[in-house]
């Protein structure tokens, strides 16, 4: 007997899954799914946002109880009516936006929920040793006493992973887990999940990702619109095989996109200076431009002053220098430059973190589409907003921009991170501004709303729109920009052309190597 990566083994799955379904309301999630996933190996789970892998995953764990199926864990039927259910099963889950309480230390967050009695130091102590020995035995290094607040993402993407280690954790569910990593992070936490393998651990992997699927797991279900529709083993499929599988039809895996006709300059930025609310100088004396008809984009290591460049042309944080727009000086600092100033000027902003800083995730839909637009003449009747017109607009924006489901009244927390990004830059988008600003466009996002994101923007910029675009993707960024800025330490570190470079001469500009030594 073979398992589903051709190598010889009478054990029973890991994790069975036999019919499982689940409706919540008139949306059915998960339609009568089965799935098998052998020990030791790392297999991954892929499919459009919607298409109903978390909610699985959130049955496996404990989070939602399944209508109808069964679950088997090492070949032995179990109920799992709580997450406590499934760590007792040796299952634990990393979430795509972390669990963790951030003025707590790192040790604190271990043995949260899992102390060994009223007195908090025998278990502190007993969990610093753990921690010592997981993290030698498994290359999970992190300081036990660094508080979650002053440690990056990767390093609390880390914690995660001890967290459910030290619960003893034989199986790993990880859901997008590079959403929010640079490159560089995500290169070392698979290097830290084959190692899991290597030790006998079964990873089960959730990613829109094909290229993180194609390096790094064993096998791969695909999932559409909550039924399960293929489970192959990786080294027989490839991208675009799967692509297809996720989204059902033919994915252009490029931006289609025709040269760039640059005119005029909409955005002149002048020695631009931000000092944050600490007295760090985060940008330090900037100058760009981007021209009508352009994607100008700006590559970087995340923390080197993109999201504050970002903030202070989206009016979310002052500063000094000169900003123009088609030759008119924007305020920097006071009431001229806030949010709703620059909307007034025709700059729409697609923020990086559509959750904290896009959407209201309580409020409807229909209330998120009017979010910082809502003193539009359009909207409103008299004094008070119309919202039968806002609804109907929200409807026709969902249906132009394929929002999943189709629902003005869903309250955004409960659309997938792709859907609530569509929100976004559909509203932002359909503003027709001068000016887009887009920070992370595809975070969290599947391969198909991917393409049809890049799309929407290339068509703006088709339109005589100038764009600024902000992403950690280096492939994102030589498939839509026309010209490519990076940042270091709050600089510009040079431009280039995407056809006249490469990702080695941008990864030594993003590292801090100056222009003629690149």
Do not use: C
């Given at each position: 007997?073979?398992?589903?990566?051709?190598?010889?083994?009478?054990?029973?799955?890991?994790?069975?899954?036999?019919?499982?379904?689940?409706?919540?309301?008139?949306?059915?999630?998960?339609?009568?799914?089965?799935?098998?996933?052998?020990?030791?190996?790392?297999?991954?789970?892929?499919g459009?946002?919607?298409?109903?892998?978390?909610?699985?995953?959130?049955?496996?764990?404990?989070?939602?109880?399944?209508?109808a199926?069964?679950?088997?864990?090492?070949?032995?039927?179990?109920?799992?009516?709580?997450?406590?259910?499934?760590?007792?099963?040796?299952?634990?889950?990393?979430?795509?936006?972390?669990?963790?309480?951030?003025?707590?230390?790192?040790?604190?967050?271990i043995?949260?929920?899992?102390?060994?009695?009223?007195?908090?130091?025998?278990?502190?102590?007993?969990?610093?040793?753990?921690?010592?020995?997981?993290?030698?035995?498994?290359?999970?290094?992190?300081?036990?006493?660094?508080?979650?607040?002053?440690?990056?993402?990767?390093?609390?993407?880390?914690?995660?992973?001890?967290?459910?280690?030290?619960?003893?954790?034989?199986?790993?569910?990880?859901?997008?887990?590079?959403?929010?990593?640079?490159?560089?992070?995500?290169?070392?936490?698979?290097?830290?999940?084959?190692?899991?393998?290597?030790?006998?651990?079964?990873?089960?992997?959730?990613?829109?990702?094909?290229?993180?699927?194609?390096?790094?797991t064993?096998?791969?279900?695909?999932?559409?619109?909550?039924q399960?529709?293929?489970?192959?083993?990786?080294?027989?499929?490839?991208?675009?095989?799967?692509?297809?599988?996720?989204?059902?039809?033919?994915?252009?895996?490029?931006?289609?996109?025709?040269?760039?006709?640059?005119?005029?300059?909409?955005?002149?930025?002048?020695?631009?200076?931000?000092?944050?609310?600490?007295?760090v100088?985060?940008?330090?004396?900037?100058?760009l431009?981007?021209?009508?008809?352009?994607?100008?984009?700006?590559?970087?290591?995340?923390?080197?002053?993109?999201?504050?460049?970002?903030?202070?042309l989206?009016?979310?944080?002052?500063?000094?220098?000169?900003?123009?727009?088609?030759?008119?000086?924007?305020?920097?600092?006071?009431?001229?430059?806030?949010?709703?100033?620059?909307?007034?000027?025709?700059?729409?902003?697609?923020?990086?973190?559509?959750?904290?800083?896009?959407?209201?995730?309580?409020?409807?839909?229909?209330?998120?589409?009017?979010?910082?637009?809502?003193?539009?003449?359009?909207?409103?009747?008299?004094?008070?907003?119309?919202?039968?017109?806002?609804?109907?607009?929200?409807?026709?924006?969902?249906?132009?921009?394929?929002?999943?489901?189709?629902?003005?009244?869903?309250?955004?927390?409960?659309?997938?991170g792709?859907?609530?990004?569509?929100?976004?830059?559909?509203?932002?988008?359909?503003?027709?501004?001068?000016l887009?600003?887009?920070?992370?466009?595809?975070?969290?996002?599947?391969?198909?709303?991917?393409?049809?994101?890049?799309?929407?923007?290339?068509a703006?910029?088709?339109?005589?729109?100038?764009?600024?675009?902000?992403?950690?993707?280096?492939?994102?960024?030589?498939?839509?920009?026309?010209?490519?800025?990076?940042?270091?330490?709050?600089?510009?570190?040079?431009?280039?052309?995407?056809?006249?470079?490469?990702?080695?001469?941008?990864?030594?500009?993003?590292?801090?190597?100056?222009?003629?030594?690149?």
């Amino acid at each position: 007997m073979q398992d589903d990566t051709g190598r010889p083994t009478t054990a029973a799955p890991a994790i069975e899954l036999r019919g499982i379904s689940k409706a919540f309301g008139p949306v059915q999630a998960n339609k009568d799914i089965s799935i098998r996933v052998m020990p030791g190996t790392i297999h991954g789970i892929i499919g459009e946002n919607g298409a109903g892998k978390s909610t699985l995953m959130s049955i496996l764990y404990g989070f939602y109880r399944a209508d109808a199926g069964e679950i088997f864990i090492a070949g032995k039927k179990t109920e799992i009516p709580d997450s406590q259910a499934a760590i007792a099963a040796g299952i634990g889950m990393v979430f795509q936006h972390f669990k963790l309480v951030e003025n707590f230390t790192v040790l604190e967050n271990i043995i949260l929920g899992a102390e060994d009695g009223r007195l908090l130091k025998p278990s502190l102590a007993k969990a610093r040793a753990s921690l010592i020995d997981l993290a030698q035995e498994y290359g999970l290094n992190v300081d036990p006493d660094a508080r979650i607040e002053e440690i990056g993402v990767g390093m609390q993407q880390r914690v995660e992973i001890l967290k459910a280690l030290y619960r003893q954790a034989d199986i790993l569910i990880l859901d997008e887990p590079t959403g929010v990593l640079t490159p560089a992070e995500a290169d070392q936490l698979f290097r830290i999940l084959h190692r899991l393998r290597e030790e006998g651990k079964t990873i089960i992997l959730i990613t829109h990702k094909l290229r993180e699927i194609m390096d790094t797991t064993d096998t791969v279900s695909v999932m559409r619109r909550g039924q399960m529709t293929a489970t192959v083993k990786t080294s027989e499929t490839g991208p675009e095989h799967l692509a297809e599988l996720m989204v059902g039809r033919k994915v252009l895996l490029r931006v289609d996109k025709v040269p760039a006709t640059p005119g005029k300059a909409v955005l002149q930025i002048e020695n631009l200076h931000v000092v944050d609310d600490k007295g760090v100088e985060r940008l330090k004396g900037i100058d760009l431009t981007v021209r009508a008809g352009e994607i100008l984009g700006i590559a970087g290591v995340a923390g080197n002053g993109q999201s504050e460049l970002l903030e202070v042309l989206g009016g979310m944080r002052p500063g000094t220098g000169s900003i123009r727009l088609n030759g008119v000086p924007l305020a920097l600092s006071g009431p001229d430059a806030d949010g709703q100033a620059r909307r007034a000027q025709h700059i729409a902003h697609v923020p990086e973190d559509r959750q904290r800083e896009g959407l209201i995730m309580e409020f409807h839909a229909w209330e998120n589409v009017a979010f910082g637009y809502h003193r539009d003449p359009a909207y409103r009747s008299g004094p008070l907003m119309n919202n039968a017109v806002l609804r109907a607009d929200t409807e026709a924006k969902m249906e132009k921009f394929d929002v999943r489901p189709p629902d003005p009244w869903l309250a955004a927390k409960n659309f997938s991170g792709g859907n609530q990004q569509k929100v976004v830059v559909a509203r932002e988008i359909e503003r027709n501004p001068d000016l887009l600003l887009v920070g992370q466009p595809t975070r969290g996002v599947d391969i198909g709303a991917i393409e049809f994101i890049h799309k929407q923007i290339v068509a703006l910029r088709d339109q005589g729109k100038a764009i600024l675009l902000v992403s950690v993707e280096l492939e994102e960024i030589f498939g839509l920009a026309d010209r490519i800025a990076v940042m270091f330490d709050g600089q510009i570190m040079g431009e280039r052309l995407p056809g006249r470079t490469d990702e080695k001469e941008l990864g030594l500009l993003m590292a801090g190597v100056n222009g003629e030594a690149a």
